[in-house]
């Protein structure tokens, strides 16, 4: 089963999208499997951290910016490298294991899409494999 959401995002930040997943797999009905989901951007990305203290994707964000800097030299036409940058250090994909009809994640954390080249209208995919 495939399910498709759709975000609107600001310039740059983590969206917490820990409900959208958890509700794509109750919707599924599947009591053990895998789940994963997709970003098909090239300047944005899904991760799994913390979401319980809102300073650690300030912090997240803020190491991102210090590892990727927007520099004069970059050729890319567009202006957008470093966000090409973070969103190839970060991956457009996770994957979590469903066990007993709802994703296994751990109690402090929360699936994210990081937008680092916004504001754009963002779509992300949950596909839920049996």
Not at 27 to 55: Q, R
Request: net charge negative; proline share 5%; hydrophobic share 40%.
């Amino acid at each position: 089963m495939l399910s498709s959401f759709t975000l609107r995002t600001e310039k740059e930040g983590f969206y917490d999208i820990t409900p959208a997943v958890r509700e794509a797999v109750r919707k599924s009905g599947m009591g053990e499997g895998l789940c994963v989901i997709y970003c098909p951007h090239t300047t944005a990305g899904i991760t799994i951290n913390e979401n319980a203290d809102p300073d650690v994707v300030k912090d997240l964000l803020y190491g991102l910016e210090k590892a990727f800097p927007d520099l004069p030299g970059f050729r890319h036409s567009e202006g957008n490298s470093a966000a090409h940058m973070k969103a190839s250090c970060i991956g457009a994909s996770a994957t979590l294991v469903v066990e007993k009809g709802a994703p296994l994640l751990g109690v402090w954390q929360g699936v994210y899409f990081c937008e680092f080249d916004g504001p754009r209208e963002r779509k992300f995919h949950v596909k839920i494999i049996h």
